[in-house]
Nanobody, 121 residues
């Protein structure tokens, strides 16, 4: 069983920054994709960013809204991922969820409990 614990959410003014952290435990996740999704009230959960394991190291994918303002990173052990969010906008307010996705014929997803990000205008 894998546990994923997020931290770092909070209240920030528009234009400010936050750094989210996610630490996984229960098994090694070095070769597993880890990243972030978010869900705003009344909206579907949406993709934010992901680190994907390759034999050359981790690649990084972003949704278009996150490309210029957010930076995802991964620790060397592979069991933690971080999301640096800059120039935050009110529309970035959401619950941010950490995701770990184990590849295979039937991919297995693990989720954290979420961390709230509130952006005041």
């Amino acid at each position: 069983q894998v546990q994923m614990v997020e931290s770092g959410g909070g209240v920030v003014q528009a234009g400010g920054s936050l750094r989210l952290s996610c630490v996984a435990s229960g098994r090694t996740l070095v070769n597993v994709d880890m990243g972030w999704y978010r869900q705003a009230p009344g909206k579907e959960r949406e993709f934010v960013a992901m680190t994907r394991w390759t034999w050359r190291g981790y690649t990084r994918d972003y949704d278009d809204f996150a490309k210029d303002r957010f930076t995802i990173s991964r620790d060397n052990a592979g069991n933690a991922t971080y999301l640096e969010m800059n120039s935050l906008k009110p529309e970035d307010a959401a619950i941010y969820y950490c995701n770990g996705s184990v590849p295979g014929p039937v991919p297995v997803d693990y989720w954290g409990q979420g961390t709230q990000v509130t952006v005041s205008s």
